[in-house]
């Protein structure tokens, strides 16, 4: 990658603008608080695009600032050198889950990248910090992402740690190398990233002593949390959630596919009177359609993009929708939905 010259403004006049940005938003979710708390990440970043516009007006950055947000690293592009990622938690804390640390889809020429955190929980509150004295760790999910500490003081952050300035390490070729080698990781794929205030318990269960009802509100957790278990493949498609039972709950479970998929080919009824034959999976899924959607949209947003390892959209149901159909291509019915 090179690195943009295009250092003008200078990283000062954007502390300024920055803090401007903050003030402004602080300000202002004082008197729109319940509009605030009424935001999705998506709906953030139009916020945070709109309070930089304003408060660049009279400054070298007014005319600049672009809102690219979508798939692409970070959010905001200001005089094409400078970039703003958004985050936020409805909760009311100062952590969350930040983006991967590949940064596949970082725009070129961003070299100056700041994160605004909005506390969308209690007292709301905005805050704008540079992007890599805030990252104080990494999690694992399906690749590995900073883990987002507004709090953290100075020279605790992940580089630190690992004793390698953000921009070496965002510049070379495989930047999983010396974070897995940092961890002594052996596998990359999934463990408990500790974005949730819920532990396992101390006792470890087997599933078949689970009672109906906490069967049932794991069950419908699952097709939520794990869309690939409907019409993923049957090689490992129980792989995340067997983990996540394990880690969270303390729950073993030697033959998941019983409770998903077993009892081979199932009716279902459309709402015109037809019928067709599907798997036992999607029938219980259907069975489960009520709970499964009051999950889906009471589940905190941070948590859920961890889960689906993207960025939640306004709504919910259809993207749970197109991740579900995402992993084959059979007929199913979500006129219930």
Same mark, same amino acid.
């Given at each position: ?49 709109h309070?930089?516009?304003h ?5 070298p ?39 991967? !640390? #590949?940064? *596949?889809? %970082? ?10 955190f909005? @506390?969308? &929980?209690?007292?709301?509150t ?35 740690k ?18 897995a ?48 278990? !409907? #019409?993923? *493949?049957? %090689? ?11 880690? @969270?709950? &303390? ?61 939640i959209?306004?709504?919910r ?21």
């Open positions: 990658m090179i690195i943009s010259e295009n250092r003008l403004p200078s990283l000062k006049e954007f502390e300024r603008l920055m803090h401007s940005v903050d003030l402004f938003l602080n300000k202002d979710a004082k008197y729109r608080t319940a509009y605030y708390k009424k935001r999705s990440g998506l709906d953030l970043e139009e916020d945070v695009y309070a930089v516009c408060c660049a007006k009279g400054t950055f007014e005319g600049t600032i672009s809102l690219v947000s979508g798939k692409h690293f970070p959010d905001i592009v200001a005089n094409q050198y400078y970039g703003i990622e958004v985050k936020s938690t409805q909760g009311d804390k100062w952590t969350s889950i930040g983006s991967s !640390i #590949l940064e *596949s889809t %970082r725009i070129s020429n961003v070299e100056r990248i700041f994160l605004t909005g @506390k969308l &929980g209690g007292q709301i905005f805050l704008s910090k540079p992007y890599e004295s805030c990252l104080s760790d990494i999690a694992v999910t399906h690749y590995p992402r900073y883990k987002i500490d507004m709090q953290l003081e100075h020279g605790q952050s992940i580089f630190d690992m004793a390698i300035p953000y921009d070496t390490l965002r510049l070379l070729e495989n930047p999983v190398a010396p974070v080698n940092y961890y002594k990781w052996e596998s990359l794929w999934w463990t408990s990233d500790n974005l949730s205030e819920e532990v396992a318990p101390p006792k470890v269960r087997h599933w078949k002593v689970i009672d109906k009802d906490e069967k049932a509100m794991l069950l419908a957790q699952a097709y939520v949390l794990f869309p690939e278990i !409907i #019409l993923g *493949s049957p %090689r490992d498609k129980y792989d995340r959630f067997a983990l996540w039972l394990a880690t @969270k709950h &303390g729950v073993i479970n030697t033959s998941l596919r019983d409770d998903f998929s077993a009892g081979g080919q199932q009716e279902i009824v459309m709402q015109d009177g037809s019928s067709y034959m599907t798997s036992a999976v999607i029938k219980r899924m259907e069975n489960s359609i009520k709970a499964i959607k009051i999950f889906l949209l009471e589940i905190p947003e941070d948590m859920l993009s961890i889960f689906w390892d993207c960025r959209s306004r709504d149901i259809s993207q749970w929708k197109t991740l579900v159909l995402s992993y084959g291509a059979r007929k199913l019915d979500f006129s219930k939905v």
